[in-house]
């Protein structure tokens, strides 16, 4: 017997929506409305929505939600995260990369240890992986993805480095090809997941038409392969040719 699959929810697909949750949305878009001038110009954060933020969760709650990961990897990570998932950053995944970089002829010794000790272990990065849930981020917030795709390792390996003008910068951003890795996300997995501004600012904002959708989720589970849908890069259809995003 193949087993049901969970549906998976798109913020930018409202036929996706289950019946329930759409109502609910439509609902809250009616009481916003008023609010809207341009919807070019309101970011959805100014919706004011935080106190629906539980009823959202659990009006999705058996569902999964489509959410969007920009990295950088070398041709092993991609195959890697296809056939293991993603997984929480510590400090043992950025040993592992920089180990494998090292092995695979990307990175030297010198260089290996470089990293190791500047690797940044702050609390903002351990045990979580960030995602967004509308493509609409890849070209209203480019910018703000640009250093995620830019550089390699991730915000605790290149963050000390990119901001500098010593070859570490260089080898950086020499290393991999821009990616953005879709999942589906189970929140139910990760109850301390946290959302900013908010899911129901996210839908809402979408069911307006608002431009901005830029919303973080902060994922606190490893997402398996089966929820790793595809990887997609510079030159493939989803990757858009925007000028603050990294092309190569």
């Known amino acids: 017997m193949i087993p049901e699959l969970t549906p998976v929810v798109d913020v930018d697909d409202s036929g996706t929506w289950p019946d329930q ?86 990175l030297t010794k010198d260089e290996h240890a470089t990293l190791i000790q500047s690797m940044a272990l702050v609390d903002n990065r351990v045990g979580q992986i960030c995602f967004f849930p509308s493509k609409t981020t890849l070209t209203e917030d480019a910018g703000g993805l640009n250093l995620l795709l830019a550089a390699w390792g991730g915000e605790a390996i290149y963050m000390p480095h990119v901001h500098t003008d010593n070859p570490m910068n260089t080898k950086l951003r020499s290393m991999g090809i821009p990616s953005i890795v879709v999942a589906q996300l189970d929140l139910r997995s990760s109850p301390t997941t946290k959302v900013f501004p908010g899911l129901a600012n996210a839908f809402v904002a979408a069911a307006l038409g608002l431009t901005s959708l830029t919303v973080d989720v902060i994922h606190r589970a490893p997402v398996p392969p089966s929820h790793i849908e595809r990887i997609f890069h510079p030159g493939d259809t989803d990757y858009p040719p925007h000028q603050d995003l990294p092309q190569e």
């Open 21 to 106: 949750f759409a109502q609910r949305v439509h609902e809250l878009v009616e009481q916003r409305r008023h609010l809207i001038d341009d919807p070019a110009e309101f970011p959805c954060s100014d919706l004011g929505l935080w106190e629906r933020e539980a009823e959202v969760h659990q009006l999705l709650d058996g569902y999964l939600l489509r959410g969007y990961h920009a990295t950088r990897l070398l041709a092993h990570e991609t195959d890697t995260i296809r056939a293991h998932g993603l997984r929480l950053f510590d400090d043992k995944l950025g040993t592992d990369r920089l180990d494998t970089a090292v092995k695979r002829g990307y």
